[in-house]
């Protein structure tokens, strides 16, 4: 079935829009909001203000890239949610406006089942079932995706996501929002063996990321004064470890528990060096084949949207208009829709 698609993402501080022509993603425009770094993280309202200044040109952008004209496009896609609602609700108004206006469906996106079908935009796909771990500012998840729409979700944090714990602990360190990126870049630099921090004992497959944020607060609470730009880079690559440690322990028992051997990572984290350096060496030692999507494709951007939204254009499951954004939206209310 022919598909000319335009996707919207705009569920948290990245306005972004992209064109997808048979499930071939023809463009896939980011804007990301560089205002909440003088506040030290996402001001929910200021996002959302910055969202409806800029959808318009991003959607102008993303359709003069793939060079073409709004008349033609097949159906419009957007992020319901999981996100912040008043993000959520101008992508959600902007693509019902946009559908009504040239009379196409509308088709509604998990933003984490978006993260995980980023693994579906380019050759090789991971074959089904496979376990992805999906990393990003607000979730941790380890997911059993049986195919394109129909996804588990296995064990997830029980507190902070992973995202939160680098970008609240790289705060702690005098580094600028996000500092995810910035920590990961200091880390190169340092030893990881330098601090030791404990792991969390969480059952199952779930995770805890809130303990190893107090106890790095409670160690540098203790230190000298200059004892963090002194240790900066040791710091980083100590916590960083943890977490990687952390998360690579879980992903392996779920691969040992579900007898799976492809393995994804997906989400803002998924392009952390390390995180992508140990999830192909534990490949490696165990043989499993491993998918890391390209950089562009980990934090968020509507090229993920889109490939989500073939898939469901496939499926003719269209959206009704009545339909309204979650800030809190379970991958289960999408697939059993
Ligand atoms: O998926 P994403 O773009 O947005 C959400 O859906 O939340 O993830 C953003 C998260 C932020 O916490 C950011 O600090 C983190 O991904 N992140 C990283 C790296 N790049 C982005 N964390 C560690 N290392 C990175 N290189
Ligand atoms: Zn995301």
Redesign the pocket.
């Known amino acids: 079935m022919c598909a000319l698609l335009l996707a919207i993402e705009s ?2 501080d ?1 306005t972004s829009a992209a064109v997808c022509r048979d499930g071939v993603i023809l463009s896939n425009v980011v804007a990301t909001q560089q205002l909440h770094s003088e506040y030290g993280g996402v001001v929910p309202e200021l996002a959302s203000r910055a969202h409806q200044e800029k959808i318009v040109p991003v959607v102008a952008e993303a359709l003069k890239c793939a060079a073409v004209d709004k008349k033609e496009l097949d159906a419009v896609a957007f992020t319901i949610g999981p996100g912040l609602i008043g993000s959520l609700l101008v992508g959600t108004m902007f693509s019902k406006a946009f559908a009504l206006a040239l009379d196409i469906p509308l088709i509604t996106v998990n ?1 984490m089942m978006a ?1 995980v079908s980023a693994h579906f935009i380019d050759a090789p796909l991971p074959q089904f079932p496979f376990l992805c771990l999906t990393v ?4 941790t998840q380890i997911v059993l995706v049986k195919d394109f729409l129909e996804m588990e979700v296995i064990g997830e944090t029980i507190d902070d996501a992973a ?2 714990a ?2 609240k602990i790289a705060k702690m360190l005098g580094l600028p929002y ?4 910035l ?2 870049k200091l880390a190169r630099e340092g030893n990881p063996q330098a601090f030791r921090f404990p792991e969390p004992q969480v059952r199952d497959l779930n995770f805890s990321f809130s303990g190893l944020k107090t106890s790095v607060l409670y160690f540098l609470q203790k230190q000298p004064e200059g004892f963090i730009s002194e240790h900066l880079s040791d710091l980083c690559a100590s916590v960083q470890k943890t977490i990687v440690d952390i998360l690579l322990k879980k992903l392996h028992k779920a691969a040992k528990q579900y007898g799976i051997r492809q393995i994804a990572i997906a ?3 998924s ?3 390390e995180l992508r350096r140990r999830v192909q060496e534990m490949g490696a030692a165990h043989q499993w084949s491993v998918y890391i999507p390209q950089f562009q494709y ?3 951007n509507a090229a993920m949207i889109a490939i989500c939204a073939y898939h469901k254009y496939l499926k003719k499951d269209f959206a009704d208009h009545s339909i309204v954004p979650k800030a809190r939206y379970p991958i289960a209310s999408i697939s059993q829709k």
């Open positions: 569920s948290c990245d933003h993260h990003s500012g607000g979730h995202g939160e680098f970008d996000p500092g995810g990126p920590l990961d989400g803002g984290v392009a952390n060096s980990c934090t968020d």
